[in-house]
Every structure is written in structure tokens, then in C-alpha cells.
């Protein structure tokens, strides 16, 4: 799970890694469950452990579903959750492992995030509510437009590529999603 804390501006928050794995990268608030927990609880605790800062459930908006091949090949789903309410001043303690908070623009994150950081926000300013990556050195991956690079910084040699959707698979906009709940 993780967690878009956005500022009115539309800068998201990234955390620095202080210790391993990714020491010194940067990354977005998130984390595993704990038992029992619900998936908005996990992402109201991360923003208070890692931020300090307090979320309501009710101050989150679904945005994603990221289907991912970890470096090693195993399969993971990140749910991904944005927010512009929040309680608090955005900072870390050395105590964690995080040194500073990073506000960084979606649409170009820095080289030196985490890949799943810049797979959910690929994701999230794309606007599509689900979508299946392979992290670099999780195997042979097969584009959809087959291009040899593209503007989307899939092509960057950084980040997460996306897997060839499967019959069925295609991705589903936000916007769509939003229509068919009539929240639009």
C-alpha cells in the first residue's frame, strides 16, 4: 500500500531512505499491513509513522491497483491511495528510516526513486485505476506498443516497464471508474 500525500500545488511527498534496502533513494509513504489491519487503516498509520502527519479514512481516495513482479519474481499488489486532507506538518525523524520529505512533481519524479515509486506515480498521472509492471531484473517483459522508448519514462532505463496486458487486462481509467460510480 502506499500513499500520495498531495499539496494544493499537486506535488506529492517522497521520503529519503536513510537505511537498506535503497539507502538514499527516494520513495513514497507505505508499507505492509499489520493483522487486522484494513487497507486505509495501514495507510492512515504510514502517514502518521512516517509524516507525522494524521489522515482520515475518509480523507482517501482510491487510485489504484498496481500489479507488480518484484526484482526477485514474485507477485505483489500495491493499493494505491491519494489525499489532499490532512492534519499536521509533513517532516520525518532520524529515528525511522527516512531523512527528509521530498515534494516533487508526478508527472517527473527524480532518477533516484524506488521503481515501485515511479510505477504508482506512472499509474496515478496516467489515471488508470489498475495496472501490471515488472520491476527491473524481474525477467523478460513484453511492451504493449513495442517501442523501443517512449515519453511516458518507461523508456528512461530506470523504472518499472509495463507488462503486455492479456486478453481481459486491459486498464481502467479513473475517470471511467469515477463515471460508473457516479461520483464524477
Known amino acids: 500500500m502506499v500513499l500520495l500525500a498531495l499539496r ?3 506535488r506529492v511527498a517522497l521520503v529519503r531512505r536513510t537505511r537498506c534496502p535503497d539507502q538514499g533513494r527516494l520513495t513514497l509513504v507505505g508499507g505492509r499491513l499489520q493483522p487486522a489491519e484494513w487497507v486505509a487503516e495501514a495507510a492512515c498509520r504510514e502517514a502518521s509513522q512516517t509524516l507525522g502527519i494524521q489522515v ?3 480523507d482517501l481516495e482510491l487510485s489504484g491497483l498496481l500489479h507488480y513482479r518484484s526484482e526477485g519474481g514474485a507477485g505483489r499488489l500495491c493499493v494505491v491511495f491519494a489525499t489532499q486532507r490532512w492534519c499536521g506538518e509533513p517532516r520525518t525523524t532520524p529515528a525511522l528510516e527516512y531523512g527528509e520529505v ?3 512533481d508526478p508527472g517527473g519524479p527524480p532518477a533516484d526513486c524506488r521503481p ?5 506515480l ?3 498521472v ?3 485505476l489498475y495496472a501490471a509492471v515488472a520491476m527491473p531484473g524481474a525477467g523478460t517483459v513484453t511492451r504493449e506498443d513495442g517501442a523501443a522508448g517512449s515519453s511516458s519514462g518507461y523508456g528512461s532505463g530506470y523504472g518499472p516497464r509495463p507488462v503486455a496486458a492479456g486478453p481481459g487486462h486491459g486498464s481502467t481509467s479513473t475517470a471511467a471508474f469515477r463515471d460508473a ?3 464524477k
Do not use: E, I, K, S
Not at 515501485?116 to 504508482?120: C, E, K, N, R
Open 8 to 10: 494544493p500545488d499537486g
Open 122 to 124: 506512472n499509474q496515478y
Open 116 to 120: 515501485l515509486t515511479h510505477a504508482a
Open 56 to 58: 482520515g479514512v475518509q
Open 102 to 104: 521530498v515534494w516533487v
Open 181 to 183: 460510480r457516479g461520483t
Open 126 to 128: 496516467g489515471g488508470t
